[in-house]
């Protein structure tokens, strides 16, 4: 009867120093976790910023096009000049 006591006593102590193992390794797990998180965050974030700067980016451009075109287009509409009198031909 001791021979089982004791084992079972073995047993019981084996088994709470596995639980305290198994918490400790979820516990660091945890803070692994916690900073991997914290660093996805901060890349989003990150991420975010690229993005809108792009997107300033790209609207700084679409002005630049549009500009360029009136540019263009004024060239253009100062290209002609007002006929002589009697002819009806254009200059380029």
């Not at 305290?20 to 390794?25: F, L």
């Not at 965050?41 to 975010?48: L, V």
């Not at 002609?80 to 200059?91: F, H, L, Q, V």
Request: net charge positive; hydrophobic share 25%.
């Amino acid at each position: 009867m001791r021979t089982s006591v004791g084992e079972v006593n073995e047993k019981v102590d084996s088994q709470g120093r596995s639980i305290e193992e198994t918490q400790e390794r979820v516990r660091r797990n945890e803070g692994r976790i916690s900073e991997v998180d914290q660093r996805a965050q901060a890349a989003a974030q990150s991420a975010q910023q690229a993005n809108d700067a792009g997107d300033g980016g790209e609207h700084a451009q679409r002005r630049a096009a549009r500009n360029a075109a009136r540019t263009k287009s004024a060239a253009r509409s100062t290209r002609w000049t007002r006929p002589i009198a009697g002819s009806s031909t254009k200059s380029c």
